[in-house]
């Protein structure tokens, strides 16, 4: 099945500076790539998807890549905000059916 | 925009009782929805998928007699938790795979267990 790494596990920066992490996947087939925010106590809310046929989408402070041919996505957030604190999954279909979801990464955004 | 509702948000049961977690799809249809536990700190893992009108798939380790889904509508998935125990307690959440425009999950907001 689908495999997805996730770097760095934690990330700090300064109010204001940009937040890139990472996400590596190992089925070629995939297609579709959502990363999603989720707060303390809450469930995942999508931030932001890309699909295979497109390299870039951006979103006001958020942007995703894909680099289809070294399977990886980024998501990219500049002028970070405090609110911006939490935890970040990226995803990758698993066949096609349900997703495998990386391991998270913790951004704290510092005022 | 997909709306996918989950009640309760939080529940606290004794040990050896069991919980029933519900999730719903407000505004679309959802021929399937997705069981995950997530432990504190960790990612989400599939538990289960849910199929409406047929038995739930479950993933390898997690005990179908133990974690019982129910599909019973198009926009409805309940997933009790039986004889529950403090091993047990965790965040729950229940996703719905939107059939169109694209492959995008919508989550319900997640119900904290915790068995005492």
């Known amino acids: 099945g689908e495999n997805v790494e996730q770097h760095p596990s934690t990330l700090s920066v300064q109010e204001g500076d940009s937040a890139v992490i990472k996400c590596t996947y190992s089925d070629s087939a995939s297609n579709y790539f959502p990363w999603y925010k989720q707060e303390l106590g809450k469930g995942p809310q999508l931030i932001i998807d890309?699909?295979?046929?497109?390299g870039e989408k951006k979103d006001q402070r958020i942007a995703v890549t894909l680099n289809k041919t070294a399977k990886h996505f980024s998501l990219h957030i500049t002028e970070t905000q405090p609110e911006d604190s939490a935890v970040y999954f990226c995803a990758a279909p698993n066949y096609g059916q349900n997703f495998v979801f990386g391991p998270g990464t913790r951004l704290s955004v510092l005022p | 925009g997909a709306v996918v509702s989950q009640h309760p948000s939080w529940v606290i049961c004794k040990s050896g009782t069991s919980v029933k977690i519900e999730c719903r799809s407000l505004?679309?249809?959802?021929?399937?929805m997705f069981w995950y536990r997530q432990f504190p700190k960790q990612s989400l893992m599939l538990m289960a998928t849910s199929n409406e009108g047929s038995k739930a798939t479950y993933e390898q380790g997690v005990e179908k007699d133990k974690f019982l889904i129910n599909h019973a509508s198009l926009t409805l998935s309940t997933l009790t938790v039986t004889s529950a125990h403090p091993e047990d307690s965790s965040f729950y959440i229940c996703?719905?795979?939107?059939?169109?425009?694209?492959?995008?999950?919508?989550f319900g907001s997640g119900t904290r267990l915790t068995v005492v």
């Open positions: 996703s719905a795979r939107q059939a169109s425009p694209g492959y995008g999950y919508t």
């Open positions: 890309i699909r295979s046929n497109v």
């Open positions: 505004d679309f249809q959802a021929t399937t």
